[in-house]
């Protein structure tokens, strides 16, 4: 019997691994179509030497055919750099100018804190201009996550067609808080108007636009929501979505994933 839960916690194991890599694959192949197959144009700043080519290093592992990377030594260098990164990986201990103090030149660009202090990530989270964090001493793991995030970031930048009326209407996908279905329509809710389409839930889904189905009737924004709740989720307008029991620890992790690594 030991020999036997061995082996299906190997095959369950090794399952899992496939269905991460398969997950991965897929994102990068929906990023490839949105960008027409252009490279992620990546900055990493590091006064350490060594961290930058193994920071290099890991990311051309990871994403070959994805990334161009340029790397540099000093901030200043970075800032006389005039062009645009799609984003921006910087060290918070630097000398003359922090990572902090850096980012505050690229509004506009996802910026990831990278650190070996791990006290300094609470600070990174807590960081307005914060896209996210990488501890060092778990490099791999947690620029995974990262990526990950990137690329759904890179899919919520797109636009969703709608017609009302005899008009065609585009609406970005990061400006959605949630959909909700009503008997045949969906109602897409913005912060300023609501839109009601003749449309499925697994219609949208299909667009892979990265919103999590919080309850059969429902599907989120992630990066809209501020609070869950046992049976709901409160939204960053104020707005109460309900959530499921079957959905709830989906909800969670998803959330979970948006705002700290995990301590797995």
């Known amino acids: 019997m030991l020999l036997l839960a061995d082996y299906t916690a190997s095959v369950k194991n090794a399952l899992q691994k496939e269905v991460r890599f398969f997950l991965i694959s897929y994102i990068l192949f929906c990023y490839n179509a949105i960008r027409g197959g252009k490279m992620i144009n990546t900055a990493v700043c590091d006064d350490e030497h060594e961290f930058l080519k193994t920071m290099s290093q890991t990311l051309k592992q990871l994403y070959p055919d994805e990334v161009s990377i340029d790397t540099y030594t000093f901030p200043t260098e970075l800032l006389k750099e005039n062009r645009q990164f799609d984003i921006i990986f910087l060290d918070i201990d630097m ?19 990278v650190t070996s202090h791990e006290a300094l990530v609470f600070k990174a989270y807590n960081n307005t201009d914060s896209f996210g964090f ?10 995974k996550s990262v990526m990950k995030r990137f690329f759904e970031f890179l899919s919520m930048q797109k636009n969703i067609t709608v017609k009302i009326n ?8 990061k ?7 009503q008997m045949n329509h969906i109602i897409i809710h913005t912060q300023s108007d609501s839109y009601t389409v003749r449309k499925t839930l697994s219609e949208i889904e299909t667009l892979n636009i990265g919103f999590i189905r919080t309850h059969i009737g429902y ?5 809209t929501i501020q609070i869950i709740e046992k049976n709901r989720v409160i939204l960053k307008n104020g707005m109460f979505v309900p959530v499921s029991r079957s959905q709830y620890k ?6 979970m ?8």
């Open 257 to 264: 994933k948006r705002s700290a690594l995990s301590d797995d």
């Open 219 to 223: 599907l989120v924004n992630p990066d």
């Open 166 to 173: 005899g008009r065609l209407i585009s609406i970005k996908c």
């Open 95 to 113: 000398p003359d100018m922090d990572g902090f103090e850096l980012s505050k030149h690229y509004k506009d660009t996802p910026v990831v804190f």
């Open 175 to 181: 400006d959605i808080f949630y959909i909700e279905k």
């Open 134 to 143: 990488i501890r060092k001493s778990r490099l791999s793991e947690d620029l």
């Open 250 to 255: 989906r909800v969670c992790e998803e959330f």
